[in-house]
């Protein structure tokens, strides 16, 4: 059903509206809440999660000529991303410049 958000509103809908929401209803939510989290993430396995076994290999590309690594963020950026060089000589990235 749409609603006419431009339309002057009834103050008896409101007061309604508000009763039927604070009704007697917190009693019973309070009483299924469950405090202790770390039983709740117990009943929780991730999948994936035993990694133990194994081998990851990761291909390392060194840093290309037309980049540069950030010494505030770390990230690999284009040149074109550069900000400034610090007093020490460090490259700055354009975010964190900003």
């Keep these: 059903m749409a609603q006419d ?3 002057p509103r009834n103050k008896e809908d409101d007061t309604e509206s508000i009763e039927a929401l604070s009704g007697g209803s917190r009693s019973n939510d309070a009483a299924e809440i469950d405090d202790d989290e770390n039983a709740i993430a117990e009943d929780y396995e991730l999948p994936g999660a035993d990694l133990s076994n194994e081998d990851s290999s990761v291909t ?16 690999v950026k284009h040149r074109s991303q550069l900000d400034h060089m610090t007093k020490d000589g460090q490259p700055v990235c354009k975010e964190c410049a900003a």
């Design 60 to 75: 390392v590309i060194p840093t290309q000529s037309d980049e540069f690594i950030c010494s505030v963020c770390f990230l």
């Design 5 to 7: 958000y431009d339309s």
